[in-house]
Nanobody
Framework: QVRLVESGGGLVQAGGSLRLSCATS????????VGWFRQAPGKERDFVAA????????YYADSVKGRFTISRDNAKNTVYLQMNSLKPEDTAVYYC???????????????????WGQGTQVTVSS
């Protein structure tokens, strides 16, 4: 069982930045691919970014490419989502998710992931 805990959400003005963290107590975190998703009220949960177990490869939704950066520190069992140039349409609950994976793979669908965090709210004011 992998327990994921997100943190770092909050209220920020448009153009501002936030860094989300996804921490786990799992001792083999470097064998898990991780993704970030977000869900706005009344909408489906959408893919944001993903990273392979070693961190060597990342993948982004077009809507955040160039503004968001996913990274990981396996020694700290933590994955980060640096969000810059935030827009009001980025407002959502952000979730991290994980699944056991070979090193070369990342995943961009909710059904790909076995473990989910509880989510952290990000609100961007105009």
């Amino acid at each position: 069982q992998v327990r994921l805990v997100e943190s770092g959400g909050g209220l920020v003005q448009a153009g501002g930045s936030l860094r989300l963290s996804c921490a786990t107590s799992g001792r083999t975190f470097n064998t898990y691919a991780v993704g970030w998703f977000r869900q706005a009220p009344g909408k489906e949960r959408d893919f944001v970014a993903a990273i392979t177990p070693s961190g060597s490869t990342t993948y982004y939704a077009d809507s955040v490419k160039g503004r968001f950066t996913i990274s990981r520190d396996n020694a700290k069992n933590t994955v980060y989502l640096q969000m810059n140039s935030l827009k009001p349409e980025d407002t959502a609950v952000y979730y991290c998710a994980a699944r056991n994976s070979d090193n070369y793979y990342y995943y961009s669908h909710t059904y790909d992931y076995a473990y989910w965090g509880q989510g952290t709210q990000v609100t961007v004011s105009s």
